[in-house]
């Protein structure tokens, strides 16, 4: 396996700058990291998986090293497909730890040669998550500063928000 390859997986439904911020992180730490988008429709998406490839490729495009892919079924399979070593996963706040240390920990079951790491963000973006985002936006919330102007045009388009606000 490559231990210069590390494979960051999630949803990303939508991407937030809280991601972007971990990706760069990231990056710092492997020469090749693959952002890897779960498919998986238990987690009902309010992107489809190609318009959440979009917008991860449009929001990285200028940031190198970075592959953009999908992926289903077992992570732990995925990565060793990739032949990557690493899973890089981001920490906001104790809320996040149980379930992510859970993941973990069955992942280093299912196969102990893939190494978990964890990132913590800029913390600004510690409240920062894709459904506070999407809440926001369903609402007709400023995003600024929060996700990509490529991704917030998506969310208006989504939730059917006037891009100039009328008066
Ligand atoms: P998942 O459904 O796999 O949790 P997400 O897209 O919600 O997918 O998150 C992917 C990863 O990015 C997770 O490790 C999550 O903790 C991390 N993450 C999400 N938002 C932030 C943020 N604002 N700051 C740091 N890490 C984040």
Same mark, same amino acid.
């Given at each position: 396996m490559n231990q210069q390859c590390a494979v960051y997986p999630g949803? $990303?439904? #939508? #991407?937030t700058n809280g991601h972007l911020d971990i990706l760069l992180r990231a990056t710092q730490l492997f020469p090749k990291v693959i952002v890897a988008v779960t498919d998986n429709q238990n987690k009902n998406p309010s992107f489809t998986l190609e318009e959440r490839l979009t917008m991860l490729r449009t929001t990285t495009s200028?940031?190198?090293?970075i592959k953009v892919d999908s992926f289903s079924g077992l992570l732990v399979d995925y990565v060793q497909q990739s032949r990557a070593s690493v899973i890089i996963r981001g920490l906001?706040?104790?809320?996040? $730890?149980e379930y992510e240390f859970q993941m973990a920990l069955m992942n280093r079951r299912l196969n102990r040669s893939v190494i978990t790491v964890f990132l913590m963000p800029d913390?600004?973006?510690?409240?920062?998550?894709s459904s506070v985002v999407r809440e926001v936006a369903r609402h007709g919330g400023s995003l600024r500063g929060l996700v990509h102007p490529s991704v917030e045009k998506k969310l208006k388009k989504l939730y059917r928000i006037p891009s100039h606000p009328i008066g």
């Amino acid at each position: 396996m490559n231990q210069q390859c590390a494979v960051y997986p999630g949803s $990303f439904d #939508p #991407p937030t700058n809280g991601h972007l911020d971990i990706l760069l992180r990231a990056t710092q730490l492997f020469p090749k990291v693959i952002v890897a988008v779960t498919d998986n429709q238990n987690k009902n998406p309010s992107f489809t998986l190609e318009e959440r490839l979009t917008m991860l490729r449009t929001t990285t495009s200028k940031m190198h090293n970075i592959k953009v892919d999908s992926f289903s079924g077992l992570l732990v399979d995925y990565v060793q497909q990739s032949r990557a070593s690493v899973i890089i996963r981001g920490l906001r706040a104790v809320s996040d $730890f149980e379930y992510e240390f859970q993941m973990a920990l069955m992942n280093r079951r299912l196969n102990r040669s893939v190494i978990t790491v964890f990132l913590m963000p800029d913390e600004s973006y510690t409240y920062l998550s894709s459904s506070v985002v999407r809440e926001v936006a369903r609402h007709g919330g400023s995003l600024r500063g929060l996700v990509h102007p490529s991704v917030e045009k998506k969310l208006k388009k989504l939730y059917r928000i006037p891009s100039h606000p009328i008066g």
